[in-house]
């Protein structure tokens, strides 16, 4: 059979690119597929979101050759604060802070607005002489066997190649068509997203405060004067507050960030994400393997999904790279197998911890408010304990992929 690529990668969202960046990296051919037109991705308003993205992330876009482009648009996160607190508070009981000067090799985090991270990776894939990308087209149909593995499009074409890489989201459909199962639930939390400007500058402090009815993320963006909220509420909840006009909604903005940045006022779109725990129970079947959200959907609690898709990617085309060098056939579940060992029990971890510490942060009862406030600040109060939390949260911890050591594969 004749072969389009070494990977079909089906998904041009976040990690798709991010991992057809990786494979090409390694010297692998890929066709990356994705149903949306390139322009309405690389639009500014595409997604509201920004990212918090470890320090191994960080290494990885140095790597993929994306890192130049989104450097300047980045804000180094200098200090992380943890607060318990109800809305209408202006002070809050101070959880735990983290400063990045603890850990050697640089801030552990950095935070990057969508508008500047996808046309970055999207564009380095289109640049890229090993990578052809496919859009818009929708993958209909799948085929996998002992020969190979094939992608009928909405455009015709039927593209060939031994593995196929589902990044195509929570709802993986690829995943399904295999008959792999998911384990997860819904939150019944949405992600209310949207950007501030303020009278302080925030200078370079990621802000977490934890409200009854969920977490609350203020990001620090370049320029000092203007963050990115991340903000969980019960969904009735949500819709009620994205349902209001602008002034009343910055009102209840207002309401919740406390005094540290002074006055706010919107700037830009609002935006709902609704939430929920999506996990793959394999994440590998002959000629298939799966990567970012199509594997795992975690809360954004503490900002790891994408730092997780993107360790994924990493590790994926380290074991095809060498798998192809050993002159092994890269799609047989004895190598894909080997990807699932290295990236599962992380990936599976990760995502019911963040399920657990949102249960636990997401509610108002004064008992447990008092003893789960004491044991945060109990299990930061040590340095060697804080630097510990930090290099997990960066990344740096664990048995790391090359590309988020800083090495090319
Ligand atoms: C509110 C919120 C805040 C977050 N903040 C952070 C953060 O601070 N840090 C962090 O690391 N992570 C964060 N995350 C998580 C992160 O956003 C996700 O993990 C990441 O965007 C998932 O990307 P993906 O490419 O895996 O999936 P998706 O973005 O879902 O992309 C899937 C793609 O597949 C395509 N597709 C699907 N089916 C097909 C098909 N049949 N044919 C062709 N194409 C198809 C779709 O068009 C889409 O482009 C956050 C998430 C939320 C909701």
Known sequence: MTQDADALIVGGGLNGPAAALALAQAGLRVALIDAAEP???????FDGRAYNLGLASRRFLQVAGVWEAIAPHVQPVAQVVLEDARPGDRAAAALAHFDHDEIDEGPAAQIVEDRVLRPALLQAAMAHPLIALHAPATVLATRRDDVGAEAELSTGEVLRAPVLIACDGRDSRLARAAGILRTGWG?????????VEHERDHGGVARQRFLPGGPFAVLPLPGG?????????????????????DAEYRAEVEARMGGALGAVTLAGRRWMYPLKLSVAQAWVAPRLALV???????????????NLGLRDAAALAEVLAEAKRRGEDIGVLTVLERYQRWRRFDGVSLALGMDAVNRLFSNDD???????????????????????????????SGDLPRMLRGEAI
């Open 39 to 45: 322009d309405e991705r690389m639009r500014p308003d």
């Open 187 to 195: 939150y019944d939390q949405t992600g209310l997203v949207s950007a």
């Open 225 to 245: 004067r203007r963050s990115s909220l991340v903000w969980t509420e019960r969904t009735a909840e949500a819709q009620r507050i994205h349902a209001l006009p």
């Open 292 to 306: 970012g959200d199509a594997a795992h959907a975690v809360h954004p609690i503490a900002g790891q999904g994408l």
């Open 366 to 396: 004064p008992g447990l408010r008092l003893i789960r406030d004491a044991g945060v600040r109990l299990a930061t109060a040590l340095r060697p304990a804080r630097r510990a939390f930090m290099r997990e949260a960066a990344g740096v």
